[in-house]
C-alpha cells in the first residue's frame, strides 16, 4: 500500500477555481466524469462539466443514481484503457466502501474519486474538523491503504495531474479532496 | 420454468467470440464450464455491481457487444443501474436477470419480495429500449437470435428453478489470473 499524502494548511481566504480543476482533469485525459452531486463541487465543477458534457473532446457526465455503481462503471471502463473519474461527496465515499474495497483496492484498478468534503471549514485541515463526517474520511483512507490528497487552494491543483497519471501508471485507486467550494 | 443452465446454452448458441459476458455467482460458474472465453469478466468486486461494470465496458468498448448475465438479488442491490443504464442508453449492452427467488450463493434464502417483485416492470420503467420476459425454454430459444440483433440496452428477464445450495471455488472467478486474462483478451479484440 502506498503512503498517504496531505498538502500544507490553507488560510480561510485562499480560493480555489474550478476552471483550474477541469482543465486538469481534460489534461490528464479524462473521458468519462461519473457523478452523484454534491454540494461542494455542484456550482465549480460539476454544472461546467454537465453543460459541456458531450462536446468534441469535453468529458462525457454520467449521472449516476449510487456512488458505488460508479466504482463498477469505472472499472469497467479502465479495462478498456479508457479514463474517468468518479466526482463525489464524502458521504457517498464512505458509503461505497465495500465496492471501493473490492473493485479499487484488492482488484488493483485506477479508481480515481474526486470528493467534495461537505461542511469542512474553509482553511482547517479534514481531520481536524468539528465535523465527524469530515474528520474520520482520511483515517478511513488511510485504513484502506488508499492514496489521498488535499485539494483546497489553487496550489493544489498542481497535484490532480500527477495523482491521476500515477493512478494509471500503478494501478491503484486516488482520492483528491475538495476542501472548499471552486468558483 | 426453465433450467438456468439450458438457458445459458441456448444464448450461448449465439454468441461470438468477440462478446463480452459478465456473469455473477452461481450463473458465473454454469457459464465458463458452457463458454470458456477470456472475454467472460467474472470479477465484479461487490455484489450488485455487475451491471454498473457491464455499463462502463459498454460506454468504453461501443464495437462490442456487452451481455450481464444478473441474478435477482444482485440485481435488488443495485436497482438504481437499471435507471443509469437506462438514462445512458448505450446500444450495445443487454442485460438478462436469471430469477430463481432465491440468494442461491448465500444459502438459499428467499429474495424480498419474492413472486411479486416485477424485474421487467422494473426496466421497462427505468428506460430500456427492449424488455423481454421469458418463463419458458422454447420460446426463449426461438427469440434470443432476434433478441441479441435489437438494439439496446436490452433487458430480458428469465425465470428459472433454483439449482440449490452448492459449494463453489470462487478462486475461478476471483484470481487475478482471471482479471489479466480479461484486460488481455479484451486489450487485443
Known amino acids: 500500500m502506498q503512503p498517504s499524502v496531505s498538502t500544507a494548511i490553507r488560510a480561510p481566504e485562499d480560493f480555489l477555481l474550478g476552471s483550474s480543476i477541469i482543465r486538469e482533469i481534460k489534461a490528464s485525459g479524462i473521458e468519462f466524469v461519473v457523478s452523484v452531486p454534491d454540494i461542494t463541487t455542484s456550482e465549480g465543477l460539476l454544472r461546467p462539466l454537465s453543460q459541456e458534457s458531450g462536446k468534441d473532446t469535453e468529458p462525457r457526465l454520467i449521472r449516476v443514481c449510487k456512488e458505488d455503481e460508479g466504482v463498477g462503471i469505472c472499472a469497467g471502463l479502465s479495462y478498456c484503457g479508457r479514463r474517468s473519474l468518479l466526482l463525489i461527496q464524502q458521504t457517498g465515499l464512505l458509503d461505497s466502501i465495500n465496492a471501493i474495497r473490492g473493485v479499487a483496492v484488492e482488484y488493483a484498478l485506477p479508481i480515481c474519486m474526486m470528493v467534495g468534503l461537505l461542511e469542512k471549514e474553509p482553511g482547517v485541515v479534514p481531520r481536524q474538523s468539528k465535523r465527524y463526517g469530515v474528520r474520520i474520511v482520511e483515517p478511513v483512507l488511510e485504513a484502506m491503504g488508499i492514496t489521498y490528497h488535499e485539494v483546497e487552494g489553487e496550489a493544489d491543483v498542481g497535484h490532480i495531474g500527477p495523482a491521476i497519471e500515477t493512478a494509471y501508471a500503478q494501478m491503484r485507486p486516488v482520492v483528491l479532496l475538495i476542501g472548499r467550494r471552486p468558483s | ?189
Not at chain 2, 438456468?4 to 460458474?29: N, W
Not at chain 2, 428477464?157 to 482479471?179: C, N, W
Open chain 2, 1 to 189: 420454468m426453465m433450467k438456468r443452465d439450458d438457458c445459458l446454452k441456448a444464448l450461448a448458441r449465439h454468441l461470438t467470440d468477440a462478446d463480452i459476458v459478465l456473469p455473477v455467482y452461481s450463473t458465473a460458474f454454469d457459464w465458463i464450464d458452457i463458454r470458456p472465453s477470456p472475454l467472460n469478466y467474472l470479477s465484479h468486486g461487490a455484489m450488485g455491481l455487475a451491471s454498473s461494470h457491464a455499463l462502463g465496458l459498454a460506454l468504453g468498448r461501443p464495437d462490442k457487444r456487452v451481455i450481464v448475465l444478473d441474478g435477482d438479488g444482485s440485481l435488488l442491490m443495485n436497482l438504481g443501474s437499471l435507471v443509469t443504464i437506462g438514462a445512458a442508453a448505450p446500444p450495445n449492452l443487454y442485460h438478462f436477470v436469471c430469477e430463481n427467488g432465491t440468494y442461491e450463493a448465500n444459502g438459499g434464502h428467499p429474495i424480498p419480495g419474492r413472486d411479486k417483485v416485477d424485474f421487467p416492470g422494473f426496466a421497462r420503467a427505468a428506460g430500456y429500449r427492449v424488455v423481454f420476459d421469458f418463463s419458458d425454454l422454447k420460446i426463449f430459444e426461438q427469440r434470443i437470435g432476434a433478441l441479441l440483433a435489437e438494439t439496446g440496452p436490452v433487458f430480458a428477464d428469465l425465470k428459472i428453478a433454483s439449482s440449490g445450495p452448492q459449494e463453489r471455488d470462487y478462486s475461478r472467478l476471483h484470481g487475478p489470473h482471471v482479471r489479466k486474462a480479461f484486460r488481455d483478451a479484451l486489450m487485443a479484440s
